[in-house]
């Protein structure tokens, strides 16, 4: 009783068998994807695909992730767009009716599809469902667990009524091997995979796979239904030794030779160092053939090439070329990660030469003050002085010492400064004296490419930036890289000071101020040119006056004539004319003298100076004087940083009134001169007569009626004049009368082209890289265009334009995102290779063509499809023009393989008319025409009743790859259920 009473013995376990286990939560799990994927029901009724439509059609997939207990599975849904759309509008189809798949086994429009799923190939599907191990899982492997996959996956289609086929992935990734199953109303399709890595000898050939075939249908009828065949042969092409090679030798005799792909300093190179053709892979396709039509077994096979009545072609590319513009922007955009500075980078030897530098200048700076020198001291200059120590210091420089050869240098210098070479004395003074000849007209009626550097926001074509960036990359690619670099800008810089220092104009920039649609060094290199105009303007204008100076001295005036109260010639006593603006150099000086002689001239006494011409006929409102335009101060010109700098001044200094008011006066500096050069052209102005002229809005006239009906004019200031406090009024009071001439200078160029030169020499090799960035893209991108003109490459065409637009907005910023430069560096490099492809299939079909004008427009219709196309079929077959040479190359690749093999054949030429020869036969020589073939793909089709003889007829396919070292079986056996 005390056992009975145990608590223990009361506890029994309950089973519940309701309870769904993993391998059931899997099969609903599918269920449910296949649901929301809306493939349950009827798939039937869709028309046949068209021919070619799997490889001209739009593939769509759909993928999800799902779990079989902790076993993490990929399903995918594959499908064909145009059918899927076409199916939205078909009518429900028949109850009975076979599903799509099955349907697509004996369709014979898409056999052979060059680019599609593996499973489109073997099958001929035109939409599927492949269950997959996850990433990072194992491999299914046993036979249990594919057993255990196909049994849920056809539980799965049953249940939910799908009639697309599905595939379950087993053994490695690599074999793609895959099983399956569709499902229809009393019907359904196996899908059968053997994978093996030889070829066994009894199945080598047609006559053994026909066996499997027949052994595997298992049909008992006799006469068996026909077998529908269709064969296709693969050959490849991969030796292309008997072709020119992608480059020219290099010439070793030139200053620049000596590297493959060499170009003088302005062009770039382009092309590929080595084949960008890997293999040329020939098909050759028996379609529809019928057993007993065609012999193929171990013996004897009739499956000649030349007579195979369906011929296509595709090529394979190497796999990244070496291509010369590609990696000439590479290794230059590499240099934007460099940090070292000139001086680290040039070396201790460069110091050393500093340093003589230095004691050749102080040398140079003692012969200014030696007595016993005979050149007078007007004629010398420290800049010129400090030159010539350079020059010297260049001459006596060792070769080794310096990163760039001296004759290398000397012609990159030469490339860039055209205008200082001896022989052309003539050009070289128009040159050095007019600046907007630098850039060629020719270059700007090319509006489509000349502009694009406003797009890219880089520097006019010919522009001396775009130059500079050419050489800088040619020198870092061939002639020295990082510290070549640094040298060549390190003469760039002393040359551009040199030309400061003594009045030249740098050639290559247009006349102006900065245009700020260029890159900022192009603005610097203007800035520096609008200093040197300004200077030479003002020196000018200094020796006119001291030539007038010195013919007053010259001729005295005559004792009955005065001059003018005003004129120019007054001066004023204890003042003489060198204690004004031709002595000061900060003050403005300009040659005009047009106001003061007709003041002279007319008598009068008011002290007008600084007159240009008369404006409109207007009179001043105070007095019957006409109103003269006066000679101002042009704007200072200024860059785009320098624009960036002033408006953040600007900005610092707050909202406050007094802020607000010096805002006002920085920003008014220019109109307080102007005021004052008005006054000084038109005394006795007032306000609202300078108003008149410099802003003619704000001055409103209205016309009035008095009583007695004559019309008056009468104006006023504006409102915005008006208002209290106003700048212009303030300026207006505080403005003196003086002429510009004696102003200060708004732009003072000394300073500004100092800075301009100190930041050019602070400049970093990384620092000029970047500036120099979006003129190498542009010399890229206007290369591409120029050889891509050539080839006639639609696609590369349309590529180029959609990299330009989305260059222009990768090189605005000033702030450039590196990682996507390279990008388009790399799509660049892209486009080189495609050009290059184009190239090299035009030359060898050039080689061996028959020269018939007739042919030509088609071959050259055919080598650009080939770029295009995953492949593209021969018409003609082998007696077609491309056919034909095609057939050439393959005998000349067969020829030379077997001349090399022999060791005596290498002591004999090569024909030099083996390529003319127009009909080689492939039944007269030793050597066959063609190798063996690479891949042999044969697809058997019939339609017969399994598994009973009075089943329904159903289709049954095999398709069978043989390959060197693969053999596959691909089969889809189609059975009847309806009593099974």
């Known amino acids: 009783m005390a056992a009975d009473s145990d608590p223990e013995s009361e506890v029994f376990e309950i089973t519940d068998f309701t309870t769904a286990s993993e391998w059931e939560r899997f099969v609903s799990r599918v269920e449910e994807v296949l649901n929301d994927w809306k493939l349950i029901g009827s798939r039937a009724g869709s028309s046949t695909p068209e021919k070619g439509e799997f490889t001209s059609g739009s593939w769509g997939e759909k993928s999800q992730d799902i779990q079989f207990a902790d076993f993490k599975f990929h399903i995918s849904h594959y499908f064909l767009k145009q059918e899927c759309e076409q199916d939205d509008g078909k009518d429900q189809p028949e109850e009975d009716a076979f599903p799509v798949a099955m349907q697509d086994l004996l369709c014979m429009n898409n056999d052979f599809p060059p680019r599609a799923h593996c499973l489109v190939r073997w099958y001929g599907i035109r939409e599927f469902v492949v269950i997959s191990p996850g990433t990072n899982c194992e491999v299914i492997t046993s036979e249990s667990k594919c057993n255990l996959l196909l049994s849920s996956i056809s539980i799965s289609l049953a249940n939910s009524g799908s009639q697309v086929p599905m595939f379950v992935q087993i053994q490695q990734k690599w074999r793609r091997v895959y099983a399956g199953e569709c499902q229809g109303p009393g019907v359904r399709t196996d899908y059968e995979m053997v994978h093996l890595r030889k070829v066994p000898s009894q199945y080598n050939h047609l006559s053994g796979l026909l066996d499997i075939f027949k052994s595997k249908i298992g049909c008992s009828l006799s006469p068996l239904p026909p077998i529908n065949i269709s064969i296709r042969f693969t050959y490849i092409l991969q030796d292309w030794q008997q072709y020119s090679w992608p480059q020219q030798p290099p010439d070793f005799d030139t200053l620049l030779g000596g590297e493959v792909g060499g170009v003088e300093f302005g062009k770039l190179p382009f092309g590929a160092c080595e084949e960008p053709i890997s293999e040329l892979h020939l098909a050759t396709t028996w379609p529809h053939l019928t057993e007993g039509i065609v012999v193929d077994n171990d013996v004897y096979s009739d499956l000649d090439p030349l007579q195979a009545p369906h011929w296509s072609v595709r090529v394979r590319s190497a796999e990244n070329p070496q291509c010369l513009l590609g990696d000439l922007l590479t290794e230059f955009f590499k240099l934007c990660c460099r940090k070292e500075s000139t001086e680290e980078v040039l070396g201790r030897g460069m110091a050393e030469e500093e ?382 009368v003086t002429p510009a001439r004696r102003q200060r200078r708004l732009f003072d160029d000394t300073k500004e082209a100092e800075k301009v030169l100190h930041y050019l020499a602070v400049q970093k090799p990384a620092d000029l890289t970047r500036h120099l960035l979006p003129c190498i893209l542009h010399a890229a991108i206007l290369k591409l265009k120029e050889e891509e003109s050539i080839e006639d490459i639609p696609s590369v065409k349309k590529t180029i334009q959609q990299a330009t637009g989305q260059a222009s907005k990768l090189l605005h910023p000033l702030n450039h995102d590196y990682k996507k430069l390279e990008d388009f560096i790399n799509q660049l490099m892209l486009m080189e290779t495609a050009i290059t492809r184009a190239r090299s299939l035009k030359a060898k079909f050039a080689s061996c063509e028959d020269g018939k004008e007739e042919d030509t427009e088609e071959l050259e219709k055919f080598v650009s499809s080939l770029l295009e196309e995953p492949e593209v079929v021969v018409i003609g077959a082998g007696q077609g023009p491309a056919g034909s040479i095609i057939h050439r190359l393959f005998v000349n690749a067969q020829r030379l393989a077997d001349f090399t093999s022999d060791e005596a054949a290498l002591l004999a030429p090569l024909d030099d008319d083996l390529c003319r020869d127009k009909k080689p036969t492939g039944g007269s020589n030793k050597v066959p025409d063609f190798p063996s073939p690479a891949g042999r793909e044969i697809l058997l089709r019939t339609c017969v009743p399994r598994p009973a003889p009075y089943s329904k007829a159903l289709p049954q396919r095999l398709f069978c790859v043989l390959m060197k070292e693969e053999f596959r079986l691909a089969g889809a056996f189609s059975l009847d259920t309806s009593f099974f």
């Open 355 to 736: 340093g003589k530098e230095n004691s050749d200048i102080s040398s140079a700076l003692s012969k200014l003050t030696d007595p016993t020198a005979t050149v007078p001291i007007s004629k010398l200059s420290v800049s010129n002085m400090v030159h010539s120590a350079r020059k010297h210091i260049r001459r006596h420089r060792r070769i080794d010492e310096s990163p760039l050869n001296t004759d290398v240098l000397n012609s990159i210098l030469l490339y860039l400064f055209p205008d200082a070479a001896v022989e052309k004395s003539s050009e070289n003074s128009k040159n050095r004296t007019n600046p907007s000849n630098c850039c060629g007209k020719d270059e700007q009626n090319k509006n489509s490419d000349y502009n694009l550097f406003l797009q890219l926001k880089s520097a006019p074509s010919n522009s001396l930036t775009y130059r500079l960036a050419l050489c800088a990359c040619l020198v870092n690619y061939n002639h020295g890289g990082l510290r070549a670099v640094a040298h060549l800008w390190q003469e760039f810089v002393l040359e551009l000071r040199y030309r400061w220092e003594n009045n030249y104009f740098i050639y290559g920039l247009p006349a102006g101020p900065p245009d700020l649609r260029c890159c900022l060094l192009h603005q610097k290199l203007q800035m520096l040119n609008c200093c040197i105009e300004r200077k030479r303007a003002r020196d000018e204008t200094r020796k006119v006056l001291e030539g007038s100076r010195e013919r007053e001295r010259r001729v005295p005036p005559p004792e009955s004539t005065t001059a003018a109260p005003g004129s120019a010639r007054e001066v004023s006593p204890g003042k003489s004319w060198d204690s004004w603006s031709d002595s000061e150099e900060e003050f403005f000086e300009c040659l005009s003298d047009q106001g003061d002689m007709e003041a002279e001239k007319d008598g009068s006494k008011s002290r007008a100076e600084g007159r240009l011409h008369p404006f409109n006929n207007t009179t001043l409102l105070k007095c019957t004087e006409p109103l003269y335009v006066p000679v101002t101060q042009e704007p200072a010109p200024m860059t785009e940083d320098l624009l960036e700098e002033q408006s953040e001044v600007l900005a610092k200094l707050g909202t406050s009134a007094e802020g607000s008011h010096l805002r006002a006066r920085m920003q008014s500096a220019c109109l307080l001169s102007d005021m004052e050069s008005f006054k000084a052209a038109n005394p006795g102005c007032v306000l609202e007569d300078f108003v008149r002229w410099y802003s003619p809005r704000d001055y409103v006239e209205e016309e009035l009626v008095d009583e007695t009906g004559n019309k008056e004019v009468k104006g006023e200031l504006s409102s915005r004049m008006k208002i209290p406090g106003n700048m212009w009024v303030e300026a207006w009071d505080t403005a003196r």
